[in-house]
């Protein structure tokens, strides 16, 4: 049953991307009604995915249906908005990453102005595989279909997705919802589910990038001193090459005993909470916020482009826009440093997001789709997530 499925097959998070009225949230309650013919998915109509649950991510108001389904081996947790400032929303603050996303596109409409924003964005925070489902093909001729096929995987291609080989499947959402069995009905769900299953997937923990553990905390003890925290990525051992940095500094060092729960051990790899000697550091170089890493692997940098979200004043945010060149504390993982935010219009207004040039009054290592938010005193009134650095 459905609680076997969670616990037993591999889990994949994906959502719904396109412009409004394209088909999302019918093809997403067609998809749930072909999957509850084999019992392990409850079938989600329409209007009941359409009544989205008002959450709260980071204090930011998200109106989002979470549809849980299941293939013969896998375990989806798949997102739908229902407005497109929920999608934003969702996107830039939402507390799980997509895996990947469903492109819906109106065939007779083909990419309209949010299906950029929404890709655009989906490319910004880093979701590596985009599956497409040109919908409305009942009421579409043939030559709008091939059109639209080229124009989509053209615009997937200049975003930085495979365009040309990405799947793109024809169907009607409307017909697989009504149980239709030609092409374009049912059978077009379960091409868009095996897609699904075999171009996306499952997210797997990073063991092979060069390490990097944000540190938690420092303890000065004895024989040195002990960085704590819990390792992002990649793998490191004893007498591995190693540097702190962050704040603008950086300082060389390698990896002596490493600990988890007071027992040494060889190595520690990607999730593990570990403390680490650290050779040759002075406990005063090291702070919570700087990052423990492969030698000579991280860049700082002071700035970086991002998206950020403002939250309104419902939400606890400011009631009057921020303009460009707005300055505040940004605050991201256990750090903080003061910012300059940068915005192509003059001013943003609460509710609204923007893509954002920051600028740091220190150095620091940001990872791409790493959240970020924005305090005035003790109230967050922004959210956001960083692109890249700027050289
Ligand atoms: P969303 O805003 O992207 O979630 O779009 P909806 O799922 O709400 O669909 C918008 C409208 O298009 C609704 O009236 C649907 O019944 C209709 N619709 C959705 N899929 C199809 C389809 O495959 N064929 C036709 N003819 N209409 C569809
Ligand atoms: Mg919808």
New binding site residues.
């Given amino acids: 049953d459905e609680s076997d499925d969670k616990t037993k097959k591999e889990h994949v998070n994906i959502g719904?991307i396109?412009?409004?009225?394209?088909?999302?949230?019918?093809?997403t309650a067609a998809i749930t009604k072909y999957l509850s013919r084999n019992g392990s998915t409850v079938f989600r109509s329409?209007d009941d995915i359409?009544k989205a649950e008002e959450e709260r991510a980071r204090g930011i108001t998200i109106n989002a249906s979470h549809v849980e389904y299941a293939t013969a081996n896998r375990h989806y947790a798949h997102t739908?908005c229902?407005g497109h400032r929920d999608f934003l929303k969702n996107m830039i603050c939402g507390a799980s990453q997509m895996d990947g996303a469903i492109l819906?596109v109106d065939c007779n409409d083909g990419p309209m102005p949010q299906t950029t924003e929404h890709l655009l964005l989906a490319k910004q925070i880093g979701v590596k595989h985009i599956v497409v489902f040109v919908?409305?093909?009942?009421?579409a001729s043939e030559d709008l279909k091939e059109l639209v096929e080229l124009e989509v995987r053209d615009m997937l291609t200049n975003f930085g997705w495979a365009g040309d080989s990405v799947p793109l499947i024809h169907?009607?959402?409307?017909?697989a919802l009504e149980g239709n069995q030609s092409e374009i009905g049912e059978p077009a769900i379960k091409k868009l589910l095996d897609a699904l299953d075999t171009y996306v997937p499952a997210p797997k923990r990073d063991y092979s990038s060069p390490f990097i553990m944000p540190v938690d905390s420092v303890v000065s003890v004895s024989r040195g001193t002990v960085v704590i925290g819990t390792v992002k990525q990649g793998t490191f051992k004893k007498d591995d090459k190693a540097e702190v940095v962050g704040f603008g500094a950086s300082f060389p060092t390698s990896i002596s005993t490493i600990e988890v729960f007071r027992n040494a051990v060889m190595s520690a790899k990607a999730g593990d909470h570990v403390g680490v000697l650290l050779r040759q550091m002075k406990a005063s170089n090291v702070k919570r916020g700087m990052l423990l890493a492969a030698r000579g692997t991280l860049k700082q940098s002071n700035q970086y482009t991002g998206t950020v979200y403002f939250l309104d004043k419902s939400e606890g945010g400011r009631s009057k826009p921020v303009t460009r060149g707005y300055i505040q504390v940004l605050f991201s993982e256990t750090w903080q440093v003061t910012a300059r935010f940068d915005f192509e219009a003059d001013m943003i207004m609460p509710g609204e997001s923007a893509a954002v040039t920051i600028t740091l009054l220190k150095d620091m290592v940001i990872l791409p789709g790493q959240a970020f938010s924005v305090r005035e005193g003790m109230e967050t009134v922004a959210s956001g997530i960083i692109h890249k650095s700027l050289e």
């Fill in positions: 719904t396109g412009h409004v009225d394209h088909g999302k949230t019918t093809l329409y359409d739908d229902p819906v919908n409305k093909v009942d009421t169907g009607s959402a409307l017909y």
